[in-house]
């Protein structure tokens, strides 16, 4: 059983910043990418931001030069700083990863929660 906890949402006013943090614990024996994702009312989940194991990540043109991910794999955690918030960055966020419960078997991926974040003055 894996489970990925989310924390760090809240409310803040235009050009604020959070900090999200998602951290996986339970039957884990390697995670491969680690993702952020978010979904407002009325439209489809997209992807925020990506990174690998290795470090190399991809971010959604939107978010690009505003956002950072990064990981600490010793933690099983992955992060998201937000930046410069715009009211369009408003939307669930849930964490997302691939994960190995042992050697040898399959990726799978899970998810977590979803942490609100809602910018608005």
């Known amino acids: 059983q894996v489970q990925l906890v989310e924390s760090g949402g809240g409310l803040v006013q235009p050009g604020g910043s959070l900090r999200l943090s998602c951290a996986a614990s339970g039957s884990i024996f390697s995670i491969n990418n680690m993702g952020w994702y978010r979904q407002a009312p009325g439209k489809e989940r997209e992807l925020v931001a990506a990174i690998t194991r290795g470090g190399n990540t991809n971010y959604a043109d939107s978010v690009k030069g505003r956002f950072t991910i990064s990981r600490d794999n010793a933690k099983n955690t992955v992060y998201l700083q937000m930046n410069s918030l715009k009211p369009d960055d408003t939307a669930v966020y849930y964490c997302?990863?691939?994960?190995?419960?042992?050697?040898?078997?399959?990726?799978?991926?899970?998810w977590g929660q979803g942490t609100q974040v809602t910018v608005s003055s």
């Open positions: 997302n990863a691939e994960v190995r419960t042992r050697s040898l078997m399959p990726l799978r991926d899970y």
